[in-house]
């Protein structure tokens, strides 16, 4: 894969290196400050799908759309009752945006067994040190892992 993207347009490799910055910045922004700041999700989300165009025309930013929608629309489901946050939708959406169709939906699954894995972690830490169980799980790490275990793993980006 990694060779894949070495030879890919410009483009692509810039839209790669700003999903992985808005990661980097969104994990730490949430483990920091419990936000996933709008400065940074929606000019990566802009970005990555101008430059998937540039990089293939109108194919590209409909796979772009199309994965973005794959990510975005189960965790805006989940943000409406307030089970995570909209910064988490817009990370998603990011890494959608850029995985595109199908790779999108490997970027959900592994991003949702992140999650769990991440959540299951954090009770059963809460139940050896004998705390409250938490009320925040920073999900924007699991966005992250979930996104970097399906480039690894060979899930085709567009």
């Known amino acids: 894969m990694l060779t894949e993207v070495l030879h890919a347009p410009w483009s692509v ?3 790669l290196m700003i ?3 808005a990661l980097a910045i969104g994990v730490l922004t949430d483990l920091r400050e419990r936000l996933i700041p709008n400065w940074v999700t929606i000019p990566s989300l802009v970005l990555v799908i101008g430059l998937f165009g540039a990089a293939g025309g109108w194919p590209l930013v409909q796979g772009c759309l ?3 929608a794959i990510c975005a629309l189960p965790l805006l489901v989940a943000a409406l009752p307030g089970w995570v946050g909209m910064g988490d939708v817009k990370l998603i959406a990011v890494c959608g945006a850029a995985a595109g169709f199908p790779a999108a939906v490997a970027v959900l699954v592994l991003v949702t067994v992140a999650g769990g894995l991440q959540a299951a972690l954090q009770l059963g ?3 050896i040190r004998g705390t409250a169980r938490p009320t925040h799980v920073p999900y924007a790490c699991s966005i992250a892992a979930g996104t970097v275990a399906a480039f690894l793993l060979g899930s085709r980006f567009p």
């Open 13 to 15: 490799r810039a839209a």
């Open 19 to 21: 999903v992985a910055i």
């Open 125 to 127: 830490l809460a139940r």
């Open 66 to 68: 199309l994965g973005m």
